[in-house]
């Protein structure tokens, strides 16, 4: 990458620059001894990504942040994946995630803390049942007195057990013959303390084949109680404006399905994030499979040289340069305000399918050492591997793309 691309600007070539020193010198290591045991971010290191300022990136200055855009979390996210995936996906569980309370103190506090990293969440959409297909949710929120009682299960909840508080998408109603699938179902904030369950919640991890820095659980709700305010209401006009320029995921103005919708509209955000994680996953394995082509000699010359091994490098590397092409233009058009529904699919889907057939590549660069856990391109390719499955598959990606193009409502 170079000075001359017109999207890098003095201000993001030094962001850029430090979270590559940051990524390199302290989370490449961190990465290179937990992933293989299985182990969790460390607490402290949670700390460590928070003094960086990177659970702050897109929430305003005067909350702490850094005030910057959906450009720079993808960029500082490519960075940091390229050392560990998981934590890339930790600093989207900051970043205005469960901040939408409707009392602006409240919400003021709250932004405070998620730019610290001291309000990190997890995510609870997907179901056994409800995976592609979201509106099919059938957790459920029954209203009680003064509150809420949440019955159902939901799947693959990453953080769940750590998180500060776990933003949970459930039903309240059915819809009614002819309305939006997604009606009834609304948003609610669970607030927990870490490292435990609350009364009524019970977590199990789910044994993964990568994705070690982050454990993801299968939760059951028996009963638990919420608070009425825990279901997040509808949000004024001024108040959708300020989550946007803070980069939370702005509600559309729609009432029908709101909570749905807005679900929907942050997986456009989460979608470039994912495209930045998979280029960061297909540049380290890049970046390793170069030094290996030099530095290991077979038939009397480094394998670099022979024209199946260079050609293949060759190839990595451009397709890694479209595919951040694509997202500088989709990250910019998306915080000049530019609808980027079919264009986040077309970067997650075009980004997470280059970073799975690269880091595949890297593992026959390097040959059988490619196939142990000596070596970090391993980590890569089973990281990259989940990218073209979780925030929509690659085949919803191609769904969503091709209903665009056909002018078919979605
Ligand atoms: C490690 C991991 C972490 C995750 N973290 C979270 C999290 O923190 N929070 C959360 O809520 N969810 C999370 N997820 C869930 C993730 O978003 C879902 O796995 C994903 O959306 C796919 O759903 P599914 O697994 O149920 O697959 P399914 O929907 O059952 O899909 C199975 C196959 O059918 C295909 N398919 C389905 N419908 C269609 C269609 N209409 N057209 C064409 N093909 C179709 C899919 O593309 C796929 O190939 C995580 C998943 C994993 C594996």
């Known amino acids: 990458m170079s000075g001359a691309n017109p999207y890098l600007t003095d201000v993001r070539l030094a962001l850029q620059?430090?979270?590559?020193?940051?990524?390199l010198d302290e989370v490449l290591p961190l990465a290179n001894e937990l992933d293989r045991q299985k182990k969790d971010i460390p607490r402290d290191f949670l700390r460590r990504i928070g003094e960086m300022g990177y659970f702050g990136i897109m929430i305003g200055r005067e909350y702490g942040g850094m005030g910057l855009?959906?450009?720079?979390?993808?960029?500082?996210?490519?960075?940091?994946?390229r050392a560990w995936m998981s934590v890339a996906s930790i600093i989207a569980r900051g970043n205005g995630m469960g901040t939408q309370a409707r009392d602006r103190q409240r919400r003021a506090e709250l932004l405070r803390r998620s730019a610290r990293g001291d309000w990190i969440g997890a995510a609870a959409l997907s179901e056994p049942g409800a995976g592609s297909d979201l509106a099919n949710?059938?957790?459920?929120?029954?209203?009680?007195?003064?509150?809420?009682?949440?019955?159902?299960?939901?799947r693959w909840c990453g953080n769940a057990l750590a998180a500060d508080f776990i933003s949970l998408l459930a039903r309240t109603s059915e819809p009614g013959a002819g309305e939006s699938r997604g009606r009834g179902l609304e948003t609610f904030l669970i607030e927990k303390p870490r490292d435990a369950f609350p009364a009524g919640l019970t977590g199990t991890p789910i044994d993964k084949i990568g994705y070690h820095g982050i454990t993801t659980f299968h939760l059951v709700f028996d009963h638990l109680r919420v608070p009425a305010d825990a279901m997040l209401g509808r949000r004024e006009p001024a108040m959708r404006a300020e989550a946007?320029?803070?980069?939370?995921?702005?509600?559309?103005?729609?009432?029908?399905?709101?909570?749905?919708?807005?679900?929907?509209?942050?997986l456009n955000v989460a979608r470039v994030h994912t495209a930045a994680r998979a280029i960061g996953l297909a540049r380290g394995a890049l970046e390793d499979s170069?030094?290996?082509?030099?530095e290991r000699v077979q038939f009397g010359r480094p394998i670099g040289e022979f024209q199946a091994v260079r050609f293949k490098l060759a190839d990595m590397a451009t397709q890694i340069e479209a595919a951040r092409a694509l997202i500088y233009s989709v990250a910019q058009r998306c915080d000049g305000g530019e609808p980027i529904e079919k264009e986040a699919a077309m970067v997650k889907l075009f980004a997470t399918e280059m970073a799975e057939r690269i880091t595949g590549d890297a593992i026959q660069v390097h040959g059988g050492n490619g196939y142990t856990t000596e070596r970090a391109v391993?980590?890569?390719?089973?990281?990259?591997?989940l990218t073209t499955i979780f925030e929509g598959t690659s085949e919803i990606q191609r769904v969503i793309i091709s209903d665009r193009l056909l002018g078919r409502a979605r």
Do not use: M
């Open 17 to 23: 620059a430090t979270a590559r020193r940051f990524a």
């Open 69 to 81: 855009g959906v450009f720079e979390y993808a960029l500082i996210t490519e960075e940091l994946a």
């Open 137 to 154: 949710v059938q957790c459920r929120a029954v209203r009680d007195r003064d509150g809420y009682v949440i019955t159902g299960e939901k």
């Open 244 to 266: 946007a320029s803070a980069g939370g995921a702005a509600a559309p103005a729609r009432e029908d399905g709101r909570a749905f919708n807005a679900t929907l509209h942050g």
């Open 290 to 294: 170069l030094a290996y082509a030099q």
């Open 378 to 385: 391993e980590r890569y390719w089973r990281d990259a591997r």
